[in-house]
């Protein structure tokens, strides 16, 4: 098989390179004689690094990455913890493939490596500042799905919120998933381990698109994972209308007996573990250069039309075994004069 082109000089994402500038590959010791990083840009030097469960990422850092870096982490084989800002250093940019909650093939590496080489960061910050200057206009979004007529209003200038941006060019010292391309929105508290609060969403929403089923530490066997997939992927062609109360899932229902398995396997989520009921995140994807990949794959998670992609997560590891993305591209955002503001398919 090919080897895993890596081209440094592709990724927009890591923005200006500084003089005497190391590139980093971080990765599993599987795939160390699996990747090639071409040396196509004017980077001091390149390293690749070995990184497996149970190595310290800090002491990584400390003793084989340089000052100025730019890594780029691939750990598909276990689990990576991301380091506190005073590890990384006011002098190194740090890119993470979010490739160990769902199954990650080689072949899914190399197309999300090709999907970030055509992500364009500079596009998504002015995405970003359209999207925050009309929703600060707006009194409140609505959900819509036009289809099946269904109608979600959600209170987004609530103070208990916090917004998130995974957009844009880096700065020194910060780091991102990658690709890029996710704005979104969780309550406050959920980051002092407080499952009990809730986004302020009332009404009903079809859930119709891709689901993203992401695993926490193993507990459950890959297998379990693949299955549930399995069944809420029959969400793709029809919609599971779930109606809301404060944010909780009170009723779900099939549009189409074909997405009755969908309908099915949430249920059984709902009574093994309540809080699967909770909307727990919003998320605005705005990388409509990326290329959903086949099954279940945590970095479809950025997908969006042109007009950008709206996704609900249910779940929060590592608090519940599973978080469920689902990627919605039906759905626009109204605000409450009907302005178009996000979504949709056009």
Same mark, same amino acid.
């Given at each position: 098989?090919?080897?895993?082109?890596?081209?440094?000089?592709?990724?927009?994402?890591?923005?200006?390179?500084?003089?005497?500038?190391?590139?980093?590959?971080?990765?599993?010791?599987?795939?160390?004689?699996?990747?090639?990083?071409?040396?196509?840009?004017?980077?001091?030097?390149?390293?690749?690094?070995?990184?497996?469960?149970?190595?310290?990422?800090?002491?990584?850092?400390?003793?084989?990455?340089?000052?100025?870096?730019?890594?780029?982490?691939?750990?598909?084989?276990?689990?990576?913890?991301?380091?506190?800002?005073?590890?990384?250093?006011?002098?190194?940019?740090?890119?993470?493939?979010?490739?160990?909650?769902?199954? &990650?093939?080689?072949?899914?590496?190399?197309?999300?490596?090709?999907?970030?080489?055509?992500?364009?960061?500079?596009?998504?910050?002015?995405?970003?500042?359209?999207?925050?200057?009309?929703?600060?206009?707006?009194?409140?979004?609505?959900?819509?799905?036009?289809?099946?007529? &269904?109608?979600?209003?959600?209170?987004?200038?609530?103070?208990?919120?916090?917004?998130?941006?995974?957009?844009?060019?880096?700065?020194?010292?910060?780091?991102?998933?990658?690709?890029?391309?996710?704005?979104?929105?969780?309550?406050?508290?959920?980051?002092?381990?407080?499952?009990?609060?809730?986004?302020?969403?009332?009404?009903?929403?079809?859930?119709?698109?891709?689901?993203?089923?992401?695993?926490?530490?193993?507990?459950?066997?890959?297998?379990?994972?693949?299955?549930?997939?399995?069944?809420?992927?029959?969400?793709?062609?029809?919609?599971?209308?779930?109606?809301?109360?404060?944010?909780?899932?009170?009723?779900?229902?099939?549009?189409?007996?074909?997405?009755?398995?969908?309908?099915?396997?949430?249920?059984?989520?709902?009574?093994?573990?309540?809080?699967?009921?909770?909307?727990?995140?919003?998320?605005?994807?705005?990388?409509?250069?990326?290329?959903?990949?086949?099954?279940?794959?945590?970095?479809?998670?950025?997908?969006?039309? &042109?007009?950008?992609?709206?996704?609900?997560?249910?779940?929060?590891?590592?608090?519940?075994?599973?978080?469920?993305?689902?990627?919605?591209?039906?759905?626009?955002?109204?605000?409450?004069?009907?302005?178009?503001?996000?979504?949709?398919?056009?």
């Amino acid at each position: 098989m090919s080897k895993i082109a890596i081209r440094p000089g592709r990724l927009q994402q890591f923005g200006n390179t500084e003089k005497n500038t190391s590139f980093c590959v971080v990765t599993n010791s599987s795939l160390l004689d699996k990747i090639k990083i071409s040396l196509e840009k004017d980077y001091k030097d390149y390293k690749l690094i070995s990184y497996d469960a149970g190595d310290d990422f800090s002491k990584i850092l400390n003793e084989q990455i340089p000052e100025p870096a730019h890594i780029l982490v691939i750990a598909p084989n276990c689990y990576f913890r991301s380091p506190e800002p005073e590890h990384l250093g006011p002098h190194r940019k740090l890119c993470i493939m979010a490739c160990n909650s769902t199954p &990650t093939s080689v072949e899914a590496i190399e197309h999300f490596l090709r999907c970030g080489e055509n992500t364009d960061p500079y596009e998504q910050e002015e995405i970003a500042e359209q999207f925050f200057t009309k929703g600060e206009n707006a009194g409140y979004f609505k959900f819509v799905d036009e289809e099946y007529q &269904t109608v979600a209003v959600f209170e987004h200038l609530d103070d208990r919120l916090q917004w998130h941006e995974q957009v844009g060019r880096l700065e020194w010292g910060e780091q991102q998933l990658f690709p890029s391309g996710e704005i979104s929105v969780l309550p406050v508290d959920v980051f002092a381990l407080n499952l009990n609060v809730k986004l302020n969403i009332n009404g009903k929403l079809a859930f119709k698109g891709i689901p993203v089923l992401h695993s926490g530490t193993p507990s459950f066997l890959p297998e379990d994972q693949e299955r549930i997939f399995q069944a809420l992927y029959t969400m793709r062609d029809h919609a599971a209308i779930a109606t809301l109360q404060d944010g909780i899932i009170v009723h779900i229902e099939a549009s189409s007996p074909s997405v009755q398995p969908a309908v099915d396997i949430l249920q059984a989520m709902y009574q093994v573990d309540s809080r699967y009921r909770m909307i727990i995140e919003i998320g605005f994807a705005v990388n409509h250069h990326l290329k959903l990949f086949p099954g279940n794959s945590a970095m479809n998670e950025v997908y969006a039309n &042109t007009n950008g992609t709206v996704h609900f997560g249910l779940g929060l590891i590592p608090h519940t075994q599973y978080h469920l993305d689902i990627i919605c591209p039906s759905i626009k955002v109204f605000s409450e004069n009907d302005e178009l503001i996000f979504g949709g398919i056009r």
